[in-house]
């Protein structure tokens, strides 16, 4: 009983935001989720460690792990074909006329890369699980360690080339000044001196912020202030097509999503990445 109280409790504590928001762009409420689950065109998603999905879940949320989408030769972390991608997810009972809802273990992490690969997909009613412990307090929200199985549909991609990179546009688009090439990696991987991951330095001219630095220390999106703050301090400005990279695009979503909730229009992520990049002979600089 009482790892069942603790194990309750640290799901909670995932969930909970000092500071309490306003959803920001794709973000939903725990009020409105509690609502929006209740229409049976509601899909919610599991973005969590295996092993913390079944320790406890939202009832009803299907699990899917992201380490499951990418080919498995190659540089490591490029997504698979875009036929796997959508039998996989229609393997799931995701399709791509679903609300979709997506939660993690509490760092957006997982849940925003799940959000970029769907929209990319050509998803467009996708949200993420904002983070208010009190809101959910009051909202309710069941929690269960059951297994969630949904019946098997079809999802029929549509795919958004406007959100997304590849290795010849950045080749083609690295000393224009119009293009902002967005690294968010720790600062010892874009400045080449870490050795795990081992890395070479960061393409040339790329800025450099964090992926955790567009959150709080309780995994909830910075203020609209802030985030603009953040961004124009390193020439991340709206009248440019910003590129964001990692090292294999996982840390990348977030701060695609904290783009877009301060309306960035022109925003793309790189999906092959440093790793790719570096495995096909880019340049790299320290």
């Known amino acids: ?40 065109n509601t899909v919610v998603i599991s973005a969590q460690k295996e092993k913390n999905y079944k320790t406890s879940h939202i009832k009803g949320s299907v699990f899917i792990d992201h380490n499951g989408l990418y080919k498995t030769s190659g540089p490591e972390g490029v997504l698979k074909s875009t036929a796997e991608l959508a039998k996989m997810f229609g393997s799931k009972g995701v399709s791509e006329k679903n609300a979709i809802i997506i939660y993690d273990d509490g760092k957006n992490k997982y849940s925003a890369r799940l959000y970029w690969i769907l929209k990319h997909l050509g998803a467009p009613n996708v949200k993420l699980l904002h983070k208010d412990m009190g809101a959910w307090r009051t909202a309710r929200v069941p929690l269960t360690k059951a ?107 977030i701060v695609y999503v904290a783009l877009k909730s301060l309306g960035y229009t022109k925003v793309k992520v790189y999906d092959g990445a440093y790793n790719e990049w570096d495995a096909k002979g880019g340049k790299l600089v320290k």
Not at 8 to 24: E, H
Not at 170 to 189: G, P, W
Request: include cysteine; proline fraction near 2%.
């Open 1 to 40: 009983m009482k790892n069942i109280v603790k194990n309750f409790t640290l799901i909670v504590a995932f969930l909970f935001s000092a500071t309490v928001l306003s959803a920001q762009g794709d973000f939903i409420s725990a009020k409105d989720f509690s609502k929006a689950i209740k229409d049976k």
């Open 147 to 253: 297994k969630t199985t949904i019946k098997a549909t079809t999802f029929t991609p549509k795919v958004n080339t406007k959100i997304a990179a590849d290795f010849n546009f950045v080749k083609a688009n690295l000393n224009k000044s119009t293009v902002v090439f967005l690294d968010v990696r720790e600062i010892t991987e874009f400045n080449g001196t870490s050795t795990k991951p081992v890395s070479k330095g960061h393409i040339p001219g790329a800025k450099n912020i964090e992926w955790k630095k567009v959150e709080n220390d309780k995994g909830a999106l910075l203020s609209a202030a802030e985030l603009t703050k953040l961004f124009k301090a390193q020439g991340v400005t709206k009248d440019k097509t910003i590129v964001i990279y990692c090292g294999t695009s996982v840390r990348s979503g």
